[in-house]
């Protein structure tokens, strides 16, 4: 058996109540809706029917669709059932807008990480803990760190 090469992205294990961040819609019940963090290596979430949108619902379908990748809002995390609670309604405009740009960098810097732990057969969790997460702490996103590397690799120590 080869390496584990799945991971989530950012060293918390989960994201902070009231951030953003995004996910993909795999199936709408009755209540609620369930998602996928996509940064957080796919853990579940929900989102109550009521936290889809502000106004009065006519059509659910028009407002959320199975397999739609979106930012929301995290309300609560519940890490002994490994559970999310999510909201749509509460993600503002610049919200979703920060979030959406994090995540593109994150899935850039994510796709390299990958490459690098399946080259190297080594397990890509282990590859974030020695190098991803701490050139996360030292530059506020890994991408800025890797910007760096690639136009003077002699700059960027990783201690």
Same mark, same amino acid.
């Given at each position: ?15 902070? @109540? &009231? /951030?953003?961040?995004?996910?993909? !819609? ?6 609620? +809706? ?31 669709? !199975?397999?739609? /990748?979106? %930012? ?5 995390? &519940? %890490? ?7 909201? $749509? ?5 610049? &919200? +979703? ?7 593109? $960098? ?5 796709? @390299?990480?990958?490459? !690098?732990?399946? /080259?190297? +057969? @080594? ?10 997460? %701490? ?6 996103? +890994? ?6 590397? !690639? ?6 120590? @990783?201690?």
């Amino acid at each position: 058996m080869g390496p584990n090469l799945e991971c989530r992205m950012y060293e918390a294990k989960y994201p902070e @109540i &009231d /951030t953003a961040v995004m996910v993909q !819609v795999k199936s709408i019940g009755e209540i609620c +809706a369930y998602v996928s963090l996509l940064e957080y290596n796919n853990a579940e979430g929900m989102i109550l029917l009521s936290e889809l949108s502000r106004r009065r619902i006519r059509s659910i379908n028009s407002l959320i669709k !199975v397999g739609r /990748t979106e %930012p929301v809002m995290v309300l609560s995390v &519940d %890490p002994d059932k490994d559970y999310v609670n999510l909201s $749509k309604r509460r993600v503002a405009e610049e &919200d +979703a807008k920060a979030c959406e740009d994090r995540y593109n $960098k994150s899935k850039l810097v994510h796709s @390299i990480m990958w490459h !690098v732990a399946e /080259t190297m +057969a @080594i397990h890509l969790e282990d590859l974030y803990i020695q190098v991803g997460w %701490p050139v996360y702490r030292k530059y506020g996103h +890994a991408f800025e760190g890797f910007k760096l590397i !690639v136009k003077d690799p002699d700059s960027v120590l @990783i201690s």
